[in-house]
């Protein structure tokens, strides 16, 4: 039993390696992938050990704050699991409407799998300062390019629909900000207790 737990935490160290170093071929592989489940428990995995990494890096930097016991790093770990995985599942949505107006052949589950690898990057180095900030450029590079090879659409296709996406989330935040201004809920005295 022991050997096969090693075993499963080497797969996914060499599915690490494997999206960082051969983008390319790392989604060929995932051509033949099925479901959701080896990419939502990968995603899980990488948002565990990255809200457990933040969590050092909380306690520290705020020193004074260091009675961090397990039970606030399990819920802690708990948490970002379940609202990042729905935030996936729910924002990719948005992701793969545009990807398809864009000529895009595979499925919402394909989408979800690209979205789910390329993070890889961000999320085992977004807490330390510019590094953070250039793998979250590398994994907005690798969903290009897994987009690209999975929908079978060119790269300028795939930034067009990005484009596309963040114009509107844009439209979507200044509506639902408007909202809020007319009723008053951006107001300094709706904040108030």
């Known amino acids: 039993m022991k050997s096969k737990n090693k075993r499963v935490g080497l797969v996914y160290f060499e599915r690490v390696k494997f999206v960082l170093t051969r983008p390319r071929d790392f989604f060929d592989e995932v051509l033949h992938e099925k479901g959701y489940r080896k990419s939502t428990n990968y995603f899980a995995l990488l948002i565990a050990v990255n809200t457990i990494v933040s969590t050092v890096v909380f306690f520290i930097v705020n020193p004074l704050d260091a009675g961090v016991h397990?039970?606030?790093l399990t819920l802690s770990i708990l948490i970002a699991v379940v609202t990042r995985v729905i935030y996936a599942l729910v924002g990719v949505s948005l992701v793969h409407f545009w990807i398809k107006r864009f000529?895009?052949?595979?499925?919402y589950v394909k989408t979800y799998q690209v979205f789910v690898y390329s993070r890889t990057p961000g999320l085992i180095v977004e807490r330390i300062p510019i590094l953070g900030g250039l793998a979250?450029?590398?994994s907005f590079y690798l969903q290009i390019i897994g987009v690209a090879k999975i929908h079978k659409i060119s790269y300028r296709k795939?930034?067009?629909a990005y484009v596309v996406l963040i114009l509107t989330y844009v439209v979507i935040i200044t509506v639902l900000l408007r909202v809020a201004g007319e009723l008053g809920i951006l107001d300094g005295a709706a904040l108030q207790y």
């Open 103 to 107: 000529g895009g052949v595979a499925g």
């Open 70 to 72: 397990l039970g606030y």
């Open 158 to 160: 795939v930034i067009a």
């Open 136 to 138: 979250n450029i590398y």
